[in-house]
């Protein structure tokens, strides 16, 4: 399948088979003019979409590793941890160079890591165990300390890390620099356990922080912050379903710029000199506000 390049006839809402929206290689009425850091793929099923999203994430890996000599790449919860299982399958589980990933959480729940809510026994149960990842790369967060020195313990991790370039760092702000940052957003727009309006989403100084009043269980969590989000040389977002069309269509749309982004954390990755790529299902990107300027009623 070969991506389609969209023109301004296009619409979010027609899609057929798949329409990768190229925002680079020409503007769409409505879509914040972000220069090449941004591109929109929308697909008609999940199932393509888990397809394209596996290509994507090994063509990261490939790239990386030739590059640095390794992949880092930071994970959520969500429904994108089951569509990153086509990597476990051919040809990915035989070229894909595993033993050279590194894999951190962007977000977790402070919850035992054999709970139903955890994120790593999520990605253990459906990524991990299936590939041949280093048990010594997978850094996840300790949940037998307080949310709050486990945040601190995790930002050291990284800061080791960091110091002997495993991990890449930022020239701007000194952050690290994730290979990759794979995000799924939430029907309420937000991103690793950054929820709307929530004061963690104004840290510029910290990496890593933890949150005890979430309003989605459990309530005690540990999140990378924004500034640690927007410098990853690549960030994906994935958003399936049509509860989360109309956050899509906030997020992505250029209309409402002058809105209250704090009030959808999705809206404020901006990577600063990554790209960002959205991953959407033709549900998730059913507004036509998200192609025709944000005029929509929903918004
Ligand atoms: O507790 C949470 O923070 C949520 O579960 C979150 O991690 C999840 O990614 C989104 O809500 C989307 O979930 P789906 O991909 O399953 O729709």
Request: hydrophobic residues 40%; contains cysteine.
């Amino acid at each position: 399948m070969s991506p389609k390049i969209s023109t301004e006839e296009d619409s979010f809402s027609s899609v057929s088979n798949r329409e990768i929206c190229y925002a680079e290689a020409r503007p769409i009425p409505g879509m914040a003019d972000l220069g090449e850091s941004r591109e929109v793929r929308v697909f008609e099923s999940t199932d393509e979409l888990a397809i394209d999203l596996a290509e994507y994430i090994s063509l990261l890996s490939e790239d990386s590793v030739k590059e640095r000599g390794c992949f880092t790449v930071a994970l959520s919860g969500g429904s994108l941890i089951s569509m990153m299982g086509k990597l476990c399958e051919a040809p990915y589980n035989k070229t894909v160079d595993w033993t050279k990933w590194y894999v951190f959480w962007a977000d977790e729940r402070a919850v035992a890591k054999n709970h139903v809510d955890s994120n790593f026994k999520l990605t253990r149960d459906a990524f991990l165990s299936r590939v041949s990842i280093l048990n010594s790369h997978v850094f996840s967060i300790n949940h037998n300390a307080t949310v709050e020195d486990a945040a601190g313990e995790y930002e050291f991790a990284i800061r080791q890390l960091v110091k002997v370039r495993t991990v890449g760092v930022s020239e701007r702000n000194d952050c690290p620099k994730f290979d990759l940052i794979l995000l799924d957003m939430g029907p309420d727009g937000h991103v690793a356990s950054l929820f709307p309006n929530h004061p963690a989403l104004k840290l510029k100084e910290e990496w890593v922080t933890y949150i005890a009043d979430s309003p989605i269980p459990p309530p005690e969590r540990i999140t990378f912050t924004l500034p640690v989000i927007n410098s990853a040389s690549n960030i994906v977002i994935v958003a399936t379903g049509e509860e989360k069309a109309t956050a899509v269509g906030l997020a992505i749309s250029h209309e409402n710029e002058n809105s209250n982004a704090f009030s959808l954390p999705a809206r404020m990755v901006r990577p600063t000199d990554g790209k960002l790529v959205w991953f959407l299902d033709s549900s998730a990107a059913s507004l036509g506000d998200v192609s025709n300027g944000g005029s929509g009623e929903a918004m």
